[in-house]
């Protein structure tokens, strides 16, 4: 099992900046591609972001590439998401999820353990 807990997210403006992040916890060893995933009221649950466990292979949804970006510490057991230039369309709750698979995946279902998710709200 693996226990993932987000935090980071808030109220801000568009605009303004936002740091996530996901604390893995249980058999780490499994966890070996971590991702973002975001879901907005009345949405469908939508891939952001996701990174390998090297980090060598990172993957972003295109609506994020270059305002987000996902490193992780695996000292730390620990993935985060960086939010720049917020938009409103980004409001949603986000999720980390993480990947016993070595493949960098957007696939929601490749992904077996989640964590609870963190809010995030932009006004305009």
């Known amino acids: 099992q693996v226990q993932l807990v987000e935090s980071g997210g808030g109220l801000v403006q568009a605009g303004d900046s936002l740091k996530l992040s996901c604390a893995a916890s249980?058999?780490?060893?499994?966890?070996?591609?971590m991702g973002w995933f975001r879901q907005a009221p009345g949405k469908e649950r939508e891939f952001v972001a996701a990174?390998?466990?090297?980090?060598?292979?990172?993957l972003y949804t295109d609506s994020v590439k270059g305002r987000f970006t996902i490193p992780r510490d695996n000292a730390e057991n620990t993935v985060y998401l960086l939010v720049n230039s917020l938009e409103v369309e980004d409001a949603a709750v986000y999720y980390c999820?993480?990947?016993?698979?070595?493949?960098?995946?957007?696939?929601?279902?490749?992904?077996?353990?989640w964590g609870q998710g963190t809010q995030v709200t932009v006004s305009s």
């Open positions: 999820a993480s990947s016993s698979s070595r493949r960098t995946s957007a696939a929601a279902r490749e992904y077996n353990y």
């Open positions: 990174i390998s466990w090297s980090g060598g292979n990172r």
């Open positions: 249980g058999r780490i060893g499994i966890s070996y591609t």
